[in-house]
């Protein structure tokens, strides 16, 4: 049998087992796995060193406006090259829906600005902030049927938020067609109440942001979520869960059985609202939402990533600038509520998530690499990437367990001028990633042409079936009724 790669003895890692051997690579596929493989036309030494599937970022914001009409600094090529040096193999950043444009035009227009710019796989999740009717009987199907099985959709913000009548009927579509909603759960109104009283007092500091959103406003409206994906019987997934008690929230829908999955963010392991209080309008780096929270709050979200709460622990790489581009865009001392919100971090992600989890020993290697790729390939369908198994894609990451450096915003290879992460010193970086058996990025230099990153059609999401219903939506116990189409 020839490869045309070969990676040689180094030790694989998979979220049950590692092992030390070598992975035949034809075609782009994994095609052997033996504890020694000869030959390969190229062969890559992997001794010393851990070879782990590619990560997949499943939460980042690339070449996309926000509702106020603001631009991501990164486009498609910055945004994967980022990814790819940060040990990532394809990720999966939002299209996001304008109101009024219809989901047909969405999917093209990121079409037109991933296929010739990402120098790895991708994919979509869809945001809809416009549910009109044809956008709910025919073209989110559509957008179903070419694989693009997951869409976001807001409890909060007034130009995005659904409302739960809202919420129900878009949760029963994706039921319907085997889609998985994605929710940014926080209570709108809190936030606006909080605002309001913050302004009156002439409160508009950065810090103040933290301060706006507080913990309850997450926690009431992920309880919410969650019962009103029970009530429709549809999956849910908690998009960067930032509190004890909506994890808590979590982690009890997870026991019952329900279909509720969850990520959080480095952002929330690693700092909190005293990075808002930094001098000046230094603060307003540190904004996103929901916002960054305490030293307790750490502790209690590395506890839920290491007992199986969180899914994934995503970037959320939301990248606006520290100048007039980005987070000044409504002038240099904006009130907090107009400071863009968001923060870079799809390069510093598994890094840091390698140091602080693994190293640190909060998680182990297995579970890294289960909430860096494994879990995100199986909840979000791509069921040929998260595994080094015969027949899947060569996504591959080698690590250097024990290589440590300081994070430098030039070494997150983006259009940003600002890392939250600058001068932590992190151990364990990845060294070779490969997608489809290409080497992207080798020794801290891109290999890859851009462009060459190919849209990945998704599987549908499947409940399982223990699925709980209410019993109110069971013929069995309700008279007979069957409201499901
Ligand atoms: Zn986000």
Redesign the pocket.
Known sequence: MEFDTVIHGGTIVTPQESWVGDIGIRAGRIAALAERIPGGDRRIDASGRLVLPGGIEA???IAQESSAGLMTADDYYSGSVSAAFGGNSSFIP?AAQQRGQSVDDVIATYDGRAAPNSVLDYSYHLIISDPRPEVLSDELPRAFARGITSF?VFMTYDLMNLGDRGMLDILAVARQHGALTMV?AENNDMIKWMNARLAAAGLTAPKYHAISRPAIAEAEAINRAIALARLVGAGLFI??VSTPEGAELVARARAEGLPVHAETCPQYLALTRADLDRPGMEGAKYICSPPLRDEATQGALWRHARTGTFDSVSS?H?PYRFDETGKFAKGADAPYPAIAN?MPGIAARLPYLFSEGVVAGRITLGQFVALSSANAARVFGMDRKGAILPGWDADIAIWDPEETRTVTAADQHDAMDYTPFEGMRLTGWPVHVLNRGETIVEGGALKAARGRGRFVARQPYRIGPQAPTVPELDPAQNFGADIWP
């Open positions: 939460h980042a914001h939002f976001k940014h998009v960067h959320d939301a968001g």
